[in-house]
């Protein structure tokens, strides 16, 4: 304090000793402390990501995508999709999303009726039109009717839902399969989906599938079937195993332990 403050002071009676001492600038020191910890974090988060950087590693490359809208149907080739928690998505094309079930809702695959692997299926717009030897083709809709039945289904011995896709598809399967009535169903995102878990306890982690075996995307390598070919007389071909995306540049079976990282 200055010695005009102090006299002032002794003029009202009041010793200059008793005033507080000026504050030192300890925000200074704070400031600084603050800015160093700014600095080291910055510099540890760039070290940190240069470092996944250089871990990243090409594992292969995705030779071909496929989507099967209907169950043992034959495959639709895209050039891109999305993938989502249910399976590839290419615009309303969806994967495994549609299946043919008998009356009672049981579901009916290549297993049981072989000549629904001759039925093909192209995407035009938002409609799915499907072929088969000596019928005319069939046309549906990428999205059915809200006032559509709900079917209760069955596949293997678990219960599912799907939305009825109409008479004329309904007469159009059974026409072409001669056995017995058959009908169409359609998945849709708001149903619950099966658990892998309890179809597979022991091999798959536990996904939310619709109309596929037991998971929304199989995996599989051009080199796992080459190794698997020269163990066989009558050799194999890719789309017998219905993969959704076909990877090449891998050693053979290296896409099991690659999908388990993903």
């Known amino acids: 304090m200055g ?7 002794g003029r009202l009676g009041l010793p200059a000793s008793r005033l ?5 600038p300890g925000w200074l020191a704070v400031t600084a402390l603050g800015l160093a910890a700014v600095a080291l974090g910055t510099v540890a988060w760039r070290r940190a990501r240069s470092r996944r950087r250089r871990r990243l590693q090409q594992v292969g490359t995705v030779a071909q995508l496929w989507i099967y809208p209907v169950k043992s149907c034959k495959g639709v080739a895209v050039s891109a999709a999305e993938c989502t928690a249910l399976g590839l998505r290419c615009g309303h094309l969806r994967d495994r999303f549609w299946l043919v079930i008998k009356e009672d809702g049981h579901m ?26 000596g019928m005319d083709q069939l046309v549906l809709p990428g999205k059915l009717p809200s006032s559509n039945k709900l079917h209760d289904c069955r596949l293997f011995g678990m219960d599912i839902k799907g939305r009825d896709c109409g008479d004329q598809a309904a007469k159009w399967f059974t026409s072409f399969l001669k056995t017995e009535a058959f009908r169409l ?8 989906g099966r658990s892998s878990k309890k179809i597979f306890s ?3 982690p536990n996904y939310q599938v619709a109309y596929p075996d037991c998971s929304p995307i199989m995996l599989l390598s051009e080199a796992s079937l080459v190794d698997l070919n020269t163990r066989l007389e009558k050799k194999l ?11 090449t540049g891998c050693d053979a079976f290296e ?3 690659t999908s388990r990282r993903l």
């Open 20 to 24: 507080p001492a000026q504050p030192r």
């Open 3 to 9: 010695a005009a403050g102090s006299s002032a002071l």
């Open 108 to 133: 009916v695959t290549a297993r049981q009726e072989p000549r629904l692997v001759l039925v093909s299926i192209t995407y035009e717009g938002d409609r799915l039109i499907l072929r088969a030897p």
């Open 185 to 192: 169903v359609q998945f849709e995102d708001h149903m619950k």
């Open 255 to 257: 896409e099991v332990s």
């Open 237 to 247: 071909k890719m789309d017998q195993f219905r993969p959704s995306i076909v990877v």
């Open 202 to 204: 022991t091999l798959v």
